[in-house]
């Protein structure tokens, strides 16, 4: 891989040179007047950021620190943040499953919404963002240090997946400077991919974030110098030596003006590879000197690379003697991995003028080890292909298991759902039938008004024509006249009485009629006094000693409403039904003073296209908890036996999906309770 997996493990934290040991002090200092577990966790964190590149075990100590005061504290964002600190170091320290795990920790704490209500991380780091903002920000630098993760295993496609989920999260968050290093690393990616265009868009694009975002303070633009050595890299692949150079002086400027030591370290190393490229041999060594002096500055050990140049250098200067003591520190520091090639390390340090000759040999064993190594990975790859394999056997067999006991479910659901169904229909049944009887009760006491009538006066008029034949005989002419006037009066009132029997009998089979689902004009106010009195009567019906007032208050101006009248006939039953339900219950328990009251109001709203209805009462009312379920089907607040649960059920469906108009219910517990209907006018 080229350098830019190098710089995954270095771009994104302060690096620890002489200038920054005054701070780490201050943080130690500050950590022992700590306070509060906010503060020790901040000081820690920042411990742990400031020891990076320098002592990963202390980074990793003070890391692992601040994770237990979060996870004690119960801060689930500050845990997310010391998870992926920690995360980050054991991948230097190229731990990569302890890492991997310490990240998708962290990761599936920052992706819980609920975590936004963590204050630690608002108050301190973020304290420009809302708490959702300032989880995303924990969760992009998250993501981007998965991202260095599967670069640093060689897992390129998704390290560019996380790579752009980090983007997007930076845009969101408004984070140029996580949006210029992500730029960095896609830039220094294509880079070694040989893509050298794509390189130079991504780099540009890094470049011109860290020169031109004023949102970037100065210890945000630590990175402009990396930039600028991928700048060169490329230049200097396309052939561009002049540009390339200039790129490399620029980039170690900066890591020199911003203490990036491990900047300048890169710049140096481009510089030494070049000028060993130009024969140049006094400013390759010069630089390949500088650069071991950073390099041992940070403690680094990674020093192979150093020591190969400083070899190429004194070689190319005719220094034997010291060439070939870099040689063998460059062998040394390569080959320190490989345990089986300890003692010939050893024995290479003792390097005479045949020890290139040895070091082609130390390759060639590398290279055997190499084989073997990728050989045992063949195995172990086939071993897993025959697991895998031994796995989706076992799999499709519990799948087709499955499959029968699904269906054996499916079947039993599908005979409960058809019981269901039945029962339903039963209800429904049963609830029409109730609504029928009670419709009846009130049709015969309405009837029964005016047939008492049609009988009196029959049975006076009977009596009155043997006292008019009396009079008759005994030839009182004038009082048998006025008599005949009486029995005509009288028959005048039986044909009033009998044709209004005959009128409300009309009425009630117009009414109660199967449904036809045609709409036409109907007088709402008509309707509604129809059914009120009918309900009124049906519930005396049943119950003598209840009485009730009745208050109309109609609109003259509702105009008819085009609706299926037996449909609303049927709502309106309904909901007065329930209003002298409650009136009644609350009748049963409250004093001598309580008036059962049943309200009844028409209106109409021309600007808004509706009429409607308003049913009120002073009834028991409806609890705030069931409010929202007395829509539903089966659901009633009666006792076992005096109803089904429909009622409103089927009122919804006729009113919203019958005629497109609306209820909606208001009520407090103990005062009542209202019932409101609007249905759309055509005018």
Known sequence: MRKYTKILFLVFVPILGMAQQSTVDSLHKALKNAHTDSARYFTTLHIGRATEESNWDTCLYYYDLALKIAQKSRQSLAEASALTGKGYSLMALRRYPESLQCIQQALDLA???????TTWCTNYEFKKLTPHKNRLAVLSDIHYHLSQLMAATSNVDKALIQFNITKQLAVETGNPELLGMVNLDLGNIYLDRHRLDSALVFELNAERIFTQNEDLDYSDRKYHGAVFAALGDIYLEKGNKNLAVKYFHKGANAG??????????????DLTRFYLAEKQKDSSLYYAKKNLEILHSMRSENLGDAYANLYQSYKLAGKTDSAYKYQGLALTAKDSSYQTTTKSLADFQKLSFGAQLHA???????AAIQTKIRTYALVAGIAVFMLLAAIFYRNNRQKQKANIVLNQQKEEVQSALAQLKSTQTQLIQSEKMASLGELTAGIAHEIQNPLNFVNNFSDVNREMIDELKEELKSGNVDEALAMADDIQQN????????KRADA?????????????????PTDINALAD???????????????????ELVTHFDPDLPRINVIPQDIGRVLHNLFNNAFYAVNQKAKTAGVDYKPTVEVETFFLPLQGIGGLKVKDNGIGIPDAIKEKIMQPFFTTKPTGEGTGLGLSLTYDMLVKGHGGSIWVESKEGEGASFTISLPIQV
């Open 256 to 269: 020199i003006d911003q203490k990036n030591l491990t900047g300048v370290s890169y710049c140096y190393n």
């Open 530 to 548: 129809e059914y009120l009195r009918l309900s009124y009567h049906g519930l005396r019906a049943k119950d003598k000693a209840f009485n009730a």
């Open 111 to 117: 992706e819980d919404p609920g975590n936004e209500k």
């Open 360 to 366: 082609q040999e130390l390759e060639k064993e590398k």
């Open 504 to 520: 409300i009998v009309k009425g009630m089979l117009e009414h109660s009629r199967m449904s036809t689902g045609t709409k036409e």
């Open 491 to 498: 028959e005048e009132k039986i044909n009033h009485h009998g």
